[in-house]
């Protein structure tokens, strides 16, 4: 387990006005003297083939696209790390349009991908809503999210049926604390009507199915926290690993 670490947060997000939001590739933080570059990769047993294994320590937030706007923003962070000095950060507030989360691209026309990583939430949002650990999507659309509801701090995943709707699934009944370190594994094979979706927490399995209804075939990205704004929240990522194609 990664030590915590106090030494202050570092980092500087930098990024150019793209359309209505702010859009950049990794961009350096400021004096992230505490990260460890040497420091290897995070590896993992799932399948595939690896698009992004990144525990920070470059002080970078390369090779992810960063999107921030108004009081938003996407560091590295010496203030808590998993292991080695520095984490991923992002930080948003209730404040008009505030947004800063992390993309990363899949190849076209992706089958499937894993999404593993740990996770620190600080601060949790509003009541009613929620704190993203991992996003999927195929093309604009979102079609599964894990995620920790502000209300009562359970674990739940949301589907996006075939009509567009919402499908809501409660993963875990307890209350996931702050301030603590948690390793959150997500699997998506999008097959139309049996598409295939199982999380782990804390290597524990929580969800398997293939039989979740969605309308979709392929994956696109997967994203760390919310691409809308004001979906307040302070997340430390580190350890994430993404990869495609099983």
């Keep these: 387990m990664k030590q915590l670490q106090r030494l202050g947060l570092a980092g500087l997000l930098l990024a150019p006005l793209l359309?209505?939001?702010l859009t950049t590739a990794g961009i350096a933080s400021?004096?992230?003297?505490?990260?460890?570059?040497?420091?290897?990769?995070?590896?993992d047993?799932?399948?595939?083939?690896?698009?992004?294994?990144?525990?920070?320590?470059?002080?970078?937030?390369?090779?992810?696209?960063?999107?921030?706007?108004?009081?938003?923003?996407?560091?590295?962070?010496?203030?808590?790390?998993?292991?080695?000095?520095c984490a991923g950060y992002l930080h948003v507030t209730s404040d008009p349009g505030a947004?800063?989360?992390?993309?990363?691209?899949?190849?076209?026309?992706?089958?499937?991908?894993?999404?593993?990583?740990?996770?620190?939430?600080?601060?949790?949002?509003?009541?009613?809503?929620?704190v993203p650990y991992f996003r999927?999507?195929?093309?604009?659309?979102?079609?599964?999210?894990v995620y920790r509801y502000n209300s009562n701090g359970q674990l739940?995943?949301?589907?996006?049926?075939?009509?567009?709707?919402?499908?809501?699934t409660r993963l875990l009944a307890s209350s996931i604390p702050l301030s603590s370190w948690h390793h959150v594994v997500a699997h998506v094979v999008p097959n139309t009507s049996a598409t295939t979706i199982?999380?782990?927490?804390?290597?524990?399995?929580?969800?398997?199915?293939?039989?979740?209804?969605?309308g979709f075939t392929t994956l696109s990205a997967v994203q760390l926290g919310a691409e809308h704004a004001r979906q307040m929240g302070d997340n430390y990522l580190d350890d994430i690993i993404v990869k495609s194609g099983s």
Excluded: K, M
């Design 45 to 85: 047993s799932y399948p595939g083939t690896t698009v992004v294994a990144d525990n920070f320590e470059s002080g970078t937030l390369a090779p992810f696209i960063v999107h921030s706007a108004g009081t938003g923003t996407a560091t590295v962070s010496s203030a808590l790390a998993l292991s080695g000095g």
């Design 156 to 168: 739940w995943l949301r589907v996006t049926s075939p009509t567009g709707a919402s499908v809501y």
């Design 30 to 43: 400021a004096a992230t003297t505490s990260c460890q570059p040497t420091a290897p990769a995070p590896t």
């Design 198 to 214: 199982e999380v782990w927490f804390d290597s524990v399995l929580v969800y398997s199915s293939n039989q979740v209804s969605t």
């Design 99 to 130: 947004l800063a989360y992390l993309s990363a691209p899949l190849p076209a026309g992706t089958p499937a991908a894993y999404a593993d990583g740990w996770f620190n939430i600080t601060t949790a949002g509003l009541a009613g809503s929620d």
């Design 136 to 145: 999927f999507f195929s093309g604009t659309t979102r079609i599964a999210d």
């Design 19 to 21: 359309g209505a939001g």
